[in-house]
C-alpha cells in the first residue's frame, strides 16, 4: 500500500445520492461506507473509524440532528468531522443545531463537495 486511503461514511437513505457520491469518491481514492439509517451508530463508526462523515438530515431512524450529537458526544469519535447534507433551506441552522463542522445544500456539485470535505479535513 502506497498513501494511506481516507476513508468516509456517508448516511443516506436516498440509493441514487449514494451511488452518486460513491462513484466520485471513489474515483478519488476514498474508501466509501454507506448506510441507509443511522442505527448503532457509534458501533458502526467505532468500526470504520473514519476520517469524515457525511450525515443527511432525514436518515432512519433517529434523523441527522440526533445521530450527530450521539458522535459528537462520544469521546472516541467527537473528532471525527460531520458534514450535515440536506435539501432543507434551513440546512446552516440544522447542521449548527446538530453540532456538525459543516454542511453542504442538496444538490450540490463536484466542486462543492470537494470543498467543503477539504475545509473539515484542514480542521
Known sequence: MNKSTKK???FDDDEDIL???V???EEQDWEVHTFTNCNNIIERINDIKPDVILMDNWIPDEGGIIA???????AELQN???IYFSANSD???LAEHAGA????????????LDRVIGTVLVK
Open 23 to 25: 462513484y466520485i469518491l
Open 68 to 74: 450527530t450529537q450521539t458522535l459528537k458526544k462520544d
Open 101 to 112: 463542522d459543516g454542511y453542504l445544500a442538496k444538490p450540490f456539485d463536484l466542486e462543492e
Open 8 to 10: 468516509i461514511v456517508i
Open 19 to 21: 451511488s452518486i457520491c
Open 91 to 93: 440546512i446552516q441552522i
Open 80 to 82: 471525527i468531522p460531520v
